[in-house]
């Protein structure tokens, strides 16, 4: 059985009965077909692998998604590119930048592939990247059939979207289109950033590369999956209520936004807002490393898995730990937290088992 350790960048030692790649549709296809006609028909699709966990050995075959290509246009008003799924996340924000293509800069330095993208809405200092996707292409994987999502289709949350919900494990996405409007304002309010003087999408990327390099472990150097657990989103009254224990609660005020559901019949799914709490209720977003670190676990060490000295929401594999350590680790974190805030926290990381997906 082929190793999945370097197909991960936590590195646990895990094994697969197959390891495959495609670099287009006709080949995903003709792979996930084949796999799927077989008796042993479990799949992962994998993309960059910064952020899937194999904590045992999987039973079934690993798609990687090496689909690749950029294009751009551009208008007035904007530039367009259409991004294949494959594409190192940095090493597209980094030409976007040689380019002057700009609005990508706060995300620097994030692992990962473009595809996964969309699926995490990944966001890093003020910045979320739904605010630049356009559409997102997909392959239905029942069907075969080519899908076009538009933004709204695609359900952002906070960390989330539609598909972690009612498209989970039910597409392949292919290229993220991306629209990037020339005028423009930087998103500098975020922490170290609004210390720049005269900011340029130029200082902000590099100062996000730095702060990035300052407080997280290098994934080639020390095994992780960057920000393991979801900044806990609460109610003003549970925020309150830690408040009256704590003099200072690192915070951010949000409005939840919510999108009406949306039926999309070419889909053969009804896409549902997942988020139930009342359209534009304020909600208070608490950095999730700071429950960690009054919770005592900053630095903490179970066998081979640490809870990294400098940014607590970073879990790592100090090398030769086992799937049971980190879930035994992240489950104590779990509980901790909540017993002593009232909050429980959710993992960021995508977790696997033999049979596929679990959850703690």
């Known amino acids: 059985m082929p190793s999945l350790q370097s197909y991960s960048t936590f590195g646990l030692s895990a094994s697969c009965n197959s390891i495959e790649s495609f670099v287009d549709v006709p080949s995903f296809l003709s792979l996930y077909n084949s796999i799927k006609q077989s008796a042993d028909n479990a799949v992962y699709i994998l993309g960059g692998g910064s952020n899937s966990i194999f904590t045992k050995d999987f039973d079934g075959t690993v798609l990687v998604n090496e689909i690749k290509g950029i294009s751009h246009f551009d208008t007035e008003s904007h530039h367009y590119l259409r991004v294949g799924a494959g594409e190192n996340w940095h090493e597209f924000v980094t030409l976007c930048m040689e380019e002057k293509w700009y609005g990508f800069e706060n995300l620097a330095l994030i692992p990962g592939s473009v595809g996964a993208c969309p699926i995490q809405n990944i966001g890093a200092y003020g910045r979320e990247v739904n605010a630049l996707i356009d559409k997102v292409e997909c392959v239905l994987l029942e069907t075969g059939e080519q899908v076009l999502l538009n933004k709204e289709d695609c359900q952002f949350g906070y960390r989330d979207s539609v598909f972690k919900h009612a498209l989970a494990n039910k597409v392949l996405i292919t290229h993220v289109n991306f629209k990037l409007p020339k005028d423009y304002e930087l998103e500098t ?10 900011p340029t999408p130029e200082k902000v990327y590099s100062k996000v590369i730095e702060i990035r390099k300052s407080k997280l472990p290098d994934p080639n150097v020390l095994g992780n999956a960057g920000s393991f657990f979801k900044n806990p989103v609460v109610p003003t009254s549970v925020f ?37 709490t009342k359209q534009n209720e304020e909600l208070i977003k608490i950095p999730a490393a700071w ?20 940014q607590p929401l970073v879990l790592t594999n100090l090398g030769g730990a086992t799937g049971e350590d980190l879930i035994t680790m992240a489950k104590n974190i779990i509980a901790s937290v909540h017993d002593k805030f009232g909050v429980t926290l959710e993992p960021e990381v995508r977790l696997l088992g033999s049979k596929g997906l679990i959850s703690l």
């Open 189 to 198: 309010s975020y922490g170290e950033l609004a210390a720049l003087s005269e």
């Open 291 to 310: 429950l960690i670190d009054q919770a005592g676990f900053k630095g903490k060490t179970l066998n081979k898995v640490r809870c990294h000295p400098t």
């Open 240 to 276: 309150h209520s830690i408040q009256k224990d704590y003099d200072v609660v690192p915070h951010f005020v949000i409005t939840n936004k919510v999108t009406p559901p949306t039926e999309t019949s070419d889909l053969g799914v009804t896409l549902k807002q997942q988020d139930n």
